[in-house]
């Protein structure tokens, strides 16, 4: 396998490379969530190899979408120079 690609990897290419379903990517990924599938040790062990050969990182922006739920917090400043 190689680790050298240009752009982010996705869960498609973590299951292409593991010869296994998304959804197993998926519940490998979510492991702490209620998931409807269930994957074995050496699955597990599998998928987390090929996540780390391949770099993969999780899109931030498709899990908000997913969820509803940003994990983002804004912060508003007041500029006290221009009261003056």
């Known amino acids: 396998m190689s680790t050298i690609r240009k752009g982010r990897v996705t ?3 973590v299951a292409e490379h593991a ?3 998304r959804a197993a990517v998926y519940a490998v990924l ?3 969530k209620r998931v409807n ?10 998928v ?3 996540i780390e050969e391949l770099g993969y990182i999780p899109n931030d922006s498709a899990r908000t979408l997913v969820s ?3 994990h983002s917090i804004g912060l508003i400043l007041q500029n006290d ?3 003056a």
């Open 81 to 83: 120079s221009e009261l």
């Open 37 to 46: 599938i269930r994957v074995s040790e050496p699955i597990r062990r599998k």
């Open 48 to 50: 987390l190899r090929v």
């Open 68 to 70: 509803g739920r940003s």
């Open 11 to 13: 869960i498609s290419e």
């Open 19 to 21: 010869g296994i379903s």
């Open 30 to 32: 979510n492991e702490h």
